[in-house]
Structures are given as C-alpha cells and as structure tokens.
C-alpha cells in the first residue's frame, strides 16, 4: 500500500488550522519540529487537563486528500492543513490500516500509527455542519471517524510535498485503529 504527500502543515501556537510549509522535520520520539503538538508527554489541551503525563500517542496527525472531495460534494472547502493535520496524504487508505503499521515518508521518516483522531467540536466552529461529515455512524450503528490518523515518530526525516509514503502493516493479528 502506498501513497504520497500532498503537502506538509505545522504550527508553533495553539490554532485549529496549520499554515502549510516547503518541509517539516521530523524528530524521532518528538514529533515535528517547532509544532505545538511535539514532545514525549501529551500536549493536546484536553489531555493535558485529565493527566500531563499520559505519552503523546499524537505527535504527527496525517489526513487523507480525497476526504476534502468527499466533504467537498456536500458543499465544503476544505484545504490542506486547515483542519490541523502535519501530512496531508494521497493514494493511501489510512483510515484502514491496522495500529502498528510503519509508514516510511520520504527518504528517511518513518512513523508508527497510534490510532484515529478523535475529531471535536472545534471542526464546526471552522465550518458550520462539518462534524457530522468527518464523524458518524455506519449501519450496525458504530462511529465512524475519518478526520486522520495520528503516529509516533520513530526515525526522523525531511518531509515535502511529492515524499512517497510506502506501508508495512505489523506481522501477527491485525488491530483495527481506535481513537487516541
């Protein structure tokens, strides 16, 4: 399974949106460089709040392009970053990929998936209405969330705009992605 980055958002204060930008780097452990959002222990307000401790499962959060056609067929602009995704992905069913997979960016990132982005109320406050769009239920009734994925940094890396993303999906039983 691969993809591509279609472009590259970070952010040094807190703000829903992240400005898109030629490069990020990612930092091993960290997350990326200069965004509000790097560090060991978690940093997203919320979880701060319930127990700073807790490791920062969220440190690059990728979001799949095609879901800006989706939302925008319904009569949403969406654009990279502005919905406060690090990598902006194409061509790769992130939302399918099982907890654990390595995603290799470019020429020397690679990432490990955590879980799914649990999206909040801030989505409607950018668009009135696009919640329900990115968050809803599938016929059995269970939630169903499409706003990204977030990941761990475990090797570093220079990531643009045209970086390859290739998967390699965790040997052993495959875990379907949960929120982090």
Known sequence: ?????????????????????????????????????????????SRVAQDPTQPNLR??????????EEVGNEGFKVAPGELGENITTQGID??????????????????????????CLQIDNFQDGLLKRVVG????GNVVRKAGIM?????????????SIVAELPTGPHRPLERV
């Open 151 to 163: 990941s761990v940094v475990r090797d570093g890396g220079v990531v643009r705009p045209g970086d």
């Open 94 to 119: 992130l939302l399918g990929l099982p907890v654990g997979t390595l995603l290799r960016i470019g020429d020397t990132a690679v990432v490990e998936v955590t879980g799914l982005r649990n999206p």
């Open 137 to 140: 239920r599938d016929e059995a």
């Open 59 to 68: 440190q690059v959060h990728l979001m799949h392009e095609e879901l800006f």
């Open 1 to 45: 399974m691969n993809g591509r980055v279609t472009a590259v958002s970070s952010n040094g204060e807190y703000s829903f949106t992240k400005p898109n930008r030629d490069s990020i780097r990612l930092l091993a452990g960290l997350g990326v460089e200069g965004d509000v959002h790097a560090g060991v222990t978690v940093k997203h307000r």
